[in-house]
């Protein structure tokens, strides 16, 4: 039978879209919630407690007592946990992402409330996307984790001091809330874990945070960030203050003074970025009135000129009785979801809506080991008292006395026990993915063994063999596969000779290419018979200018008992 009910329609799983429906279950009368289906749209089945994220990573709290399942928070509401595809508010739909079976699902709506945050913006630094961290999920914060561990096991058995260099020097870009709580757990969790491992002490790491700013956590006041980067710096953070990421690569970043323009390249495995953040993809593509990137609201949440299309949290500009604009944080998108279903209520009674007047309680930032800072109605505190305040305000907004209860004692058993330095191989990387390298890097060198093959997207690369280059590819062309095919070591050393993207496929996948797909073993083949006449090509015109040339007795006896031979690069 047709839906006859009437539809609010809510996208995001975030504080504010899940609280829109936990106060709608709440304000509907028992008449309204069986006249009215309330739906949420999320990609996951539970909200992330983002304060705590960086408690992940050094392992003070458990992984899933950071996340509360939404289905109980908001047990009145129709959970689809699917992707959106698109948003039509000419037509009043919804298409979201196929589920177990592969058709799309298009909702119509009466009432539509977008709360889809912010994402990464990783399209204007290069590499960001291929190889640094984004911060921002439950599983950034796991795979931070990993990566970190990873790292120390490798360094623990690597004998070259350069590569063991990169593996112990940790970036996070971005010196805001997010940065500096994260860098500040990574810091405690590697101090603590180095005492495990037989060749690494608290010297070999290298943590560094970098700040396009002229000082970190722009959101406090002076002396409260002050006291911050000192306190960072004596626990053995290097802080670079107008300093910003111009690229990433798999072994290093690239990092510009703002005052000098310089460019400085800084060998590191681990790279974490906070910044920038960028508007959700579909909010472009919508006709709804925005403000670099975030919807335009009234201060009841609506959308001027959309009736029944409301916007909160990251994602919308709302403008507060104090005439500022709402900023992105947890405390605004919660009070932002109440008005928001009381709004929406209103509208079903015709009833007179309510202004978002929240203007901030204060904010509060972690310096992890018993040290935060605080500023609380106009109350600056730091140190430990700011600490503890710091873990009450946040254990009492947790969603759940469950989840309370369980935080709680995940921070007592902290004070008394290690923390576990395991790592959980959870993550594998994908047969087929995206890298950037810098000029001058390295893809592999000769007699490397070979895992990988390579297709150029974008730059060039050198071909090189006993430091004389052999030839030089370009976008469209492909190296790497000769070591995959005939199961040698690399015969040849490749680095980038400029900024270089490329798509790479490992060993197993494009073995599994080249028994299955038509014609690709065959193509294959004749690249590598045209590098090797290529080759000859160039032995030949090296013979040519070495004619008039009279050999030393050394290189008579090379010249014998090692004749040339022409192999296929790569």
């Known amino acids: 039978m047709p ?62 007592h950071v996340i509360a399942p939404i289905r109980r928070m908001a047990p009145k509401a129709l959970l689809y946990t699917r992707d959106v595809e698109s948003i039509d508010p000419v037509a009043r739909t919804v298409t979201l992402s196929p589920g177990n079976r592969p058709v799309p699902l298009t909702l119509s709506y009466d009432h539509l409330v977008i709360a889809l945050g912010t994402c990464l913006d990783d399209s204007k630094i290069p590499g960001m996307r291929e190889h640094a961290s984004p911060f921002k999920y439950l599983g950034d914060a796991l795979y931070i984790r990993n990566q970190i561990v990873r790292a120390l096991e490798e360094a623990e058995t690597e004998p070259d001091p350069e ?75 290097e802080i670079r203050l107008g300093a910003s990421l111009k690229a990433v690569s798999a072994m290093a970043v690239v990092v510009e003074d703002k005052a000098t323009r310089a460019l400085e390249t800084i060998p590191a495995a681990t790279t974490v970025a906070t910044v920038p953040a960028g508007p959700h993809r579909l909010l472009s593509a919508l006709p709804l009135p925005q403000d670099k990137g975030r919807i335009v609201v009234d201060q ?89 305040l710091w873990r009450g305000v946040y254990v009492t907004k947790f969603p759940g006395l469950g989840g309370q209860i369980r935080l709680l004692a995940d921070w007592i058993l902290d004070v008394f026990l290690p923390r576990d330095i395991t790592q959980l191989r959870l993550f ?99 690249i590598m018979s045209a590098r090797m006449e290529r080759c000859v090509d160039l032995h030949e015109e090296m013979s040519v200018l070495t004619t008039n040339h009279k050999p030393s007795a050394g290189e008579k006896a090379l010249q014998t008992t090692q004749p040339p031979t022409a192999r296929a690069p790569l």
Request: aromatic share 8%.
């Open 300 to 388: 009841h949440t609506e959308v001027p000129g959309w009736s029944g299309v409301w916007a909160l949290g990251d994602c919308a500009a709302i403008q507060q009785v104090d005439g500022q604009t709402s900023p992105p944080t947890a405390q605004h998108a919660l009070r932002q979801g109440k008005t928001c279903a009381e709004n929406i209520v209103a509208s079903y009674r015709g009833t007179q809506k309510k202004i978002f007047g929240f203007t901030g309680l204060g904010k509060l930032g972690s310096l992890g080991r018993r040290s935060a800072v605080a500023e609380i109605f106009g109350i600056h505190l730091k140190g430990l008292v700011a600490w503890v």
């Open 428 to 526: 594998h990387k994908d047969g087929v993915h995206r890298e950037h390298f810098e000029p001058g890097e390295s893809i592999f060198e000769e007699g490397d063994f070979g895992d990988k093959v390579y297709f150029i997207v974008r730059g060039e690369v050198a071909v090189q063999r006993d430091g004389a280059t052999l030839a030089t590819l370009r976008a469209g062309e492909v190296f790497g596969e000769a070591a995959l095919i005939s199961h040698h070591s690399r015969n040849a050393t490749i680095r980038a000779a400029s900024a270089l993207d490329a798509v790479a496929v490992s060993r197993s996948a494009f073995q599994q290419l080249l028994g299955c797909l038509p014609g690709l073993s065959g193509a294959m083949q004749e």
């Open 3 to 64: 839906n006859i009910k009437k539809r609010v329609v809510i996208l995001g799983g975030g504080f504010g879209g899940v609280y829109v429906a936990v106060h709608l279950g709440k304000l509907f009368t028992k008449k309204e919630l069986a006249e009215t289906e309330i739906v949420l749209v999320n990609r996951e089945n539970y909200i992330v407690f983002q304060p705590l994220l960086p408690e992940v990573i050094s392992g003070s709290v458990e992984l899933n």
């Open 163 to 237: 590569v063991r260099r990169r593996l112990l020097t940790f970036v996070v870009a971005g010196g805001g809330f997010s940065g500096v709580e994260c860098i500040a757990e990574m810091n405690d969790f590697l101090r603590e874990a180095v005492g495990a491992y037989h060749n690494i002490s608290e010297r070999d790491l290298k943590l560094i945070l970098l700040q396009r700013g002229e000082r970190i956590l722009p959101e406090l006041t002076e002396s409260l960030a002050e006291f911050a980067h000192r306190l960072l710096v004596n626990r053995g953070v």
